[in-house]
């Protein structure tokens, strides 16, 4: 099944899709200015990635973690 954009957050596996970080490799790096850290900068953009990946869209991802109604009539016995 496919995993939600937040799913991916909480657990951090949504670096694994990210080109910006070498897929997870590195989360911040240094630069003659600095250093700059994503702190999700990109997070959206890997998900599209893994949407990709996983060949569906986001629309799919959206209405499979809604919650399906059942009928009243299954719970009153």
Same mark, same amino acid.
């Given at each position: +099944? ?5 799913? +991916? ?11 910006? #970080?070498? *897929?997870? &490799?590195?989360?911040?790096?240094? #630069?003659? =200015?600095?250093? !700059?850290?994503?702190?999700?900068? !990109?997070?959206? &953009?890997? *998900?599209?990635?893994?949407?990709? =990946? &996983? =060949?569906? #869209?986001? %629309? /799919? /991802?959206? *209405?499979?973690?809604? /919650?399906?109604? #059942? %009928?009243? &009539?299954?719970? %009153?016995?």
């Amino acid at each position: +099944m496919l995993r939600t954009f937040e799913e +991916m957050s909480d657990d951090e596996s949504i670096c694994d899709y990210c080109s910006r #970080t070498d *897929y997870g &490799e590195h989360k911040f790096s240094s #630069t003659p =200015n600095g250093y !700059w850290s994503c702190e999700g900068s !990109w997070c959206a &953009e890997s *998900y599209e990635s893994y949407l990709d =990946n &996983e =060949n569906t #869209t986001g %629309n /799919v /991802v959206k *209405y499979a973690s809604k /919650v399906k109604l #059942t %009928n009243k &009539e299954d719970y %009153n016995e």
